[in-house]
């Protein structure tokens, strides 16, 4: 199928024996028991986007397509006549970075990985110190958080919990 029903924070969907489908939200469902309603949306994607591809595991196909991820990644981002990196809308907010005390990268799993991986470009760009931490760290650490601290909560599906429970503290 190529319809979805995006679900939201503390949405509940519930489905009957008949294939009927009640939208419930958290607060409505306690106060009320009220049901919401949502627009379905259509999705443009091809099987073949969903599919390994002929690939035994997913982690495989997407080793193999790495290259080609990369290649799409720095389109129109490289100047190789003129050996320059083009940042598109980062380098407008490198100013305002600027007034930090510091940035805080707070992460898990690849996104930690990509933070740490980044974190020279940053610190050089700023002129300013760079803290990368593990999501989970920062809330058992309990990180002590300037006023003119910049934080940068980095999740690939943007539902990382320990992410979100950092971004929340």
Do not use: W
Not at 54 to 75: S, V, W
Not at 97 to 113: E, K, N, V
Not at 143 to 151: A, G, I, K, Y
């Amino acid at each position: 199928t190529n319809r979805v029903l995006y679900l939201e924070d503390d949405d509940l969907a519930c489905f009957s024996a008949n294939g009927d489908l009640d939208l419930l939200r958290g607060a409505a469902r306690k106060a009320t028991d009220a049901t919401l309603s949502r627009p379905v949306q259509t999705i443009d994607l091809q099987l073949d986007e969903l599919s390994k591809r002929g690939f035994a595991h997913y982690m495989l196909k997407e080793i193999c397509e790495q290259p080609d991820a990369l290649t799409n990644a720095l389109r129109g981002r490289v100047d190789y006549e003129n050996y320059r990196v083009l940042l598109g809308g980062l380098s407008d907010h490198i100013a305002a970075m600027r007034r930090c005390r510091r940035l805080l990268f707070i992460a898990c799993g690849t996104s930690y990985h990509s933070a740490v991986a980044c974190r020279t470009l940053m610190e050089t760009l700023t002129a300013l110190p760079v803290d990368v931490q593990l999501a989970s760290d920062f809330l058992d650490r309990k990180t002590p958080l300037f006023r003119d601290d910049s934080c940068f909560f980095i999740s690939q599906s943007g539902e990382t919990a320990d992410t979100l429970q950092a971004l929340e503290y």
